[in-house]
């Protein structure tokens, strides 16, 4: 039986995926990797078939006509015969040993009458500017050694958001919970990690740092300029987070989950307002209208939390100087909390 299922999609990555794929590789037999070529362009289909034909009881390829990162993670989904289900984007990597100590552990996960739901490990920014390393832990939010629940968990700093990066989840648990991310769109990694929490009844935390995140290319979704070229996609994962879930029943049945996401949910209002700001047209800050008016038409009540509450009322700060002030604030936050 296979461990884990590693989604790599790919999409004209044949510059870099090598490195990605030789780590995962470590993982041994007990490992599948697929890799999702996304309609790539460059030699990035030929490298995946030659890996496949290389480590056939281990990489298996999946050919597809362009439908983005998240047609890619939903693919290998569909096609994961893992216990665990881990994306990997292709020009990241794994730790080799912290891989070797996940896959022990989910060996005993495999082993247990019900299996832990979900697994959460550290990640790390490796920045190719400056060549400087942020871990990001979660020992201050979760209980170390043993399965806990949504009911145990601390309070998560602003930058230490569960990430793609940092989640194992049991493959089952997204098939039943009905994940399937839109084509074509980006920061569709906000969704995997938000949708599925309620499903979530027991985790287990290995404060192990795994993940190997790069950044600091121009071209990168999460690069300041492109953020605001795509903005349309940022609205449109956050109208999908507002309405996949009702926070305040989640609330009412695990207050620190439902907090948890009211904060997360929160920060992707804040970030989505920012953007439009930086825009500025018109057009642009309608938009901005549009979408607070959206969460008041799903929840008056979550919407009435959210504006007037200190992280949300940045983007919210009337008038020109105030649209100023909001986006100074939030530069100033990014360089606090490093989250680039």
């Known amino acids: 039986m ?199 009844k027991t985790l287990y935390y290995m404060n192990l740092d795994f993940y190997r995140y790069f950044i600091g290319r121009a071209d990168q979704s999460v690069n300041e300029q492109v953020m605001v070229k795509r903005v349309d996609q940022q609205l449109r994962v956050t109208r999908i987070m507002i309405g996949s879930h009702d926070l305040t029943q989640i609330s009412a049945q695990h207050r620190r989950l439902g907090h948890y996401m009211f904060n997360y949910l929160a920060m992707m209002m804040t970030i989505s307002s920012i953007f439009l700001i930086i825009d500025g047209s018109p057009a642009a800050l309608g938009k901005k209208t549009e979408l607070w008016e959206y969460l008041r038409t799903a929840s008056p009540r979550l919407f009435h939390r959210m504006k007037y509450r200190s992280f949300s009322i940045v983007s919210n700060f009337p008038g020109y100087q105030g649209r100023k002030l909001s986006v100074s604030l939030y530069r100033l936050a990014r360089k606090i909390y490093k989250f680039n």
């Open 2 to 200: 296979k461990l884990l299922t590693f989604a790599v999609p790919c999409y004209n990555s044949q510059d870099y995926m090598e490195h990605c794929i030789h780590t995962l590789l470590e993982g041994g037999d007990e490992v599948e990797i697929i890799l999702v070529d996304d309609g790539s362009r460059d030699n990035t289909g030929a490298i995946a078939d030659r890996y496949a034909q290389q480590y056939p009881d281990i990489v298996r390829v999946i050919h597809q006509e362009n439908g983005g990162h998240g047609e890619g993670v939903n693919q290998g989904l569909r096609h994961a015969q893992g216990l665990y289900y881990k994306v990997v984007d292709s020009d990241d990597w794994a730790d080799v040993d912290a891989l070797r100590q996940v896959v022990d552990k989910l060996r005993e996960f495999s082993r247990m009458p019900e299996p832990v739901d979900l697994l959460v490990c550290n990640y790390v920014y490796e920045h190719v500017e400056d060549h400087t390393q942020k871990v990001i832990r979660y020992t201050n939010v979760f209980p170390q050694g043993r399965v806990f629940t949504w009911d145990e968990i601390d309070r998560f700093r602003p930058s230490q958001y569960l990430l793609m990066h940092s989640v194992f989840y049991r493959t089952e648990l997204l098939r039943q919970c009905g994940l399937e991310l839109p084509k074509h769109t980006f920061y569709v990694d906000n969704i995997f990690v938000y949708q599925p929490l309620p499903y979530v």
